[in-house]
């Protein structure tokens, strides 16, 4: 009975200093340690929005008896703007505006001889756009900024506030001052004072926050550097924080803020009466109790010396009473040991559930962002095909509005020849797993003028909750120039073709007609040689000389045209054998001239044996042609490729000799068709048969080459690619850069 009558005393007590009257009370400055007051000091602080408040989170005018003293019931009405994200300036508890912003207006109001009506808003944007409109005659004490005094028109000061750096106590990062944020990245509320005074500065990197709840929680887990914004503010939510903020300010102050009350522009009038207003609340000290009630040192503070001596009373009655307590308290104890656990676990999941739905909040915000700033067209589709969503990426692209594409299937949009290709994108993906990207699907969609544009879309598809995410690239260009590409190469091949069927009909053709003319210049020398005079005989004998080397390149050229159109089929060729058939077949010619053949191990290779035997054949032919005074000596070896591009490895086979040499200029003449380095009475031949050998090789996938000087011989190398036999570590063909090894040969030797 007796721990009854300190409960009796507290309720005669005035609301504003017990509990039952809200914030402040005795939950909003019990101890942080404390799971109620950690959930009501953050909803406070702006972490959530009251449950009663209107969509949007505008809370419709709130009536409120006290603004109504002392004043006649056809008082006229003043509409007052508050943003409610400024606590201690302005907050909400439980849908009904608080702070000191909401205190100082009714009191202005109530001097002013007008009836308080509040809108309250958590967007200054909002709220100014209101005042512009004439939806609110005043804003409750805004920021003023040079921005805003070019808009709006500013009372006298009802509060001035320090604007300050709060950086982490753990941090590398500890400016002094705005200069000292160069490089940083500061945490700011969106379009108030400190974001404008901060964009104004050259070289400030922000992060624009809705909130000063949001900006301390961007520094507090690492998102920004540093904060910038009134102390107050700042430290009303750092108390408050369920667990132990690591901010602290940095340096000194930055300025001094000027609260004011706002009107429309040109408003005179209102004004002065507000002025007015201000001064009488100041006079009468009603301005002082206020400013000591809401940014008093501590919190006896903040009440007048009535309140005061009836808290002194009821404190000495409960010290009074305290000893018949202690029986009651002692019953309690075990019960207390018993939940504290509890109590202990349910604070830090109601901390952890609260940091995970701003974690959320953020990651909404951020895809949002994304889905906005996205160059790419991206779009949201519904389980049926239906646009449901299209990013402003995709209205720039394809010319039509967000209205027009909206409901209607995506396939609509897709070239009629694509549309089988592009349903697995509106399923569950191309790999066809929920949730996983799939592999890029290229269609033809069509634009609002008409014309069809290459994309190459993307699709992540949730079942859970029926919609499916696609994102698309646009690859016009890349597919014109693919088609082009095809299209060039397809008139090459072609051009070719016809080039080499041309040169094998038009040899074959010719060799008819110059069968006859050689056959009538022999019959014509036979029988009048020397029954005319000497210049007759002479120009039989240039009409038959011309006519046999006439025969002879006709044959060269059907040669030549023969690799490409009856080339064989490559097959696994022994170049042992092959060497052996070409020197079998040159014998005489070897042992005329005297030449000694030196040859090292020679690999099995893919190829057409008959063409291999072509080419050692004319590479020989020419190392015996082309001798100089000594006899001739001829080397023939192969080696592994090293280095080089060729995949799977390649084969380097040389022939060298000591003959007469050339000149490094003649080096890519002499595979040219026809080209000949010395006149034809010197050396025979139509110079035909080195282009026969480059382009046997080139057939084969390979390249030849020559080094040579005068009088000290030449060596020929060709490459042949290894396609089939593809052994590890050996990859790469021969070209320029391939290492020689000391004894002259170009990669590995054959073992």
Known sequence: MLAVVPVLLLLLLPQDFGGLGGWPGWAAHAPAGTAWAAEDSWRHAGAQAPSDSEPGGITPPVPDMRANDGLPPDAPELRIGLLTTYPPLSYMVEGVPAGFARDLAEAVARAAGRRAVFHADDSGPVLRSDLVEGTVDVLALVAETPERQTQLEFSEPGLEVAERIYVRRDGSAHPRGVAALSGLLVAVVESHASHQYLRSMPGQRVLPVPTPLDAVMAVAWGRADALVAPEPVVEHIIRRLPTDAPLEPSGQPLRTLRFSFGTAGGNTP????????????????????????????????????RELLLAGVAFTLLTVFLGASVVLLWRTMRLRRDVEAGTAATREARASMLREAISRQRAEQEAERFFALSLDPVAIVTQQGALRRVNPAWVRLFGFSVEEVTGHPFLDFVH????????????????GLPGAAATPVENRFRCKDGVYRWLAWTSVALPEEGLVYLSGRDVTQRKEAELYLERQTEELRRSNAELEQFAYIASHDLQEPLRKIASFLDLLAKRYVGRLDSDADEFIGFAVDAARRMKDMIEDLLSYSRVSTQGREFEDTDMEKVVDT???????????????????????????????????RNLLGNAVKYRSEVPPSISIGAARAVGGGQPGGAWVFHVRDNGIGMKPEHFERIFRVFQRLHGPGRYPGTGIGLAVCKKIVERHGGTIEVESAPGRGSTFRFVIPDRFARPTGQSGAYGPGMPVVPDGHVGQPLP
């Open 270 to 305: 209102l004004m002065a009466e507000l002025n007015e207003a201000l001064v009488k609340v100041r006079a009468s000290g009603e301005y002082d109790k206020l400013y000591r009630r809401w940014f008093g040192g501590n919190v006896l503070s903040r009440y007048t010396d």
């Open 416 to 431: 009629p020849d694509d549309q089988d290709a592009s349903q697995p994108l509106l399923v569950s993906g191309t790999n």
């Open 582 to 616: 070409v020197l079998s077949d040159l014998g005489l010619l070897l042992e005329e001239a005297g030449a000694t053949v030196d040859r090292g191990p020679l690999p099995m290779i893919r190829a057409d044996r008959v063409q291999m035997e072509q080419l050692l």
